[in-house]
């Protein structure tokens, strides 16, 4: 069956410019969540989605950070103002159920690069 | 809030065993292993849950320590495909449903 997809797959900004990067799940899985790989670096969380429950948006790193996921289904991150430091592979699993006990199907991630 | 990894790098021939350690200053619930190639999305490896269940692929094994904190993969007759940067997320007892990754162990297999 289908898996994570994301897009685009390469995004080059404009330091300033606002970007929007698109997941797509697998189909009923109900959680999604959003990293942030920085070259050579490990995955950091940004936010997290169950059902219909609040988002954990405990990893934004800054307010220009702020995601949604319409229908329980596809999700937008997006990124205000972007900065050079923005600069990374974004990578989004979605899970059957929470984390605990249900292993992540990751995307392929979108690079971005803000000259 | 981020586990700690260790070691950072280790450089194997075939056939030779590596341990990576994932450790942990708050308590657990779960410990997840991913792998991930260079360019490639991490892949799952294993869930170790507190109690002692384990869910994952037959060829790896790995270990939870909840009085420690602290959870360890083997990496048993190692082939070259076992090339990778090994992740372990964690997910506290305070914080259900949310993985915290370590920084990754990088490994190399060489002929």
């Known amino acids: 069956g289908a898996g994570v997809s994301q897009s685009p797959s390469n995004k080059v900004t404009e330091k300033g410019k606002d970007v929007e990067l698109r997941c797509d799940p697998i189909?009923?899985?109900?959680?999604l969540y959003w990293y942030r790989q920085s070259l050579g670096q490990g995955l950091e969380f940004l936010i997290y989605?169950?059902?219909?429950?609040?988002?954990?948006k405990s990893g934004l790193p800054s307010d220009r950070f702020s995601a949604e996921r319409t229908g329980g289904s596809v999700s937008t991150l997006t990124i205000q103002r972007t900065q050079q430091e923005d600069s990374a592979v974004y990578l989004c699993a979605s899970s059957p159920q929470r984390a605990s006990t249900y292993e992540q199907y990751f995307g392929p991630g979108t690079r971005l690069t803000v000259t | 809030q981020q586990p700690v990894q260790s070691p950072q790098a280790v450089i194997l021939r075939e056939g030779e065993d590596a341990v990576i350690n994932c450790s942990s200053s708050k308590a657990l619930y779960s410990v997840h292993w991913y792998r991930q190639k260079h360019g490639e999305a991490p892949v799952f490896l294993m869930i170790?849950?507190?109690?002692?269940e384990q869910k994952g692929h037959e060829k790896i094994s790995a270990s939870f320590n909840e009085k420690k904190q602290q959870s360890s993969l083997y990496l048993t007759a190692s082939q070259l495909s076992y090339s990778g940067t090994y992740f372990c997320?964690?997910?506290?007892?305070?914080?259900?449903?949310?993985?915290?990754f370590g920084a990754g162990t990088q490994v190399v297999v060489t002929p």
């Open positions: 997320g964690t997910e506290t007892t305070d914080s259900w449903g949310k993985l915290q």
């Open positions: 189909s009923g899985h109900t959680a």
């Open positions: 989605f169950q059902g219909n429950s609040a988002p954990d």
């Open positions: 170790l849950l507190k109690g002692g």
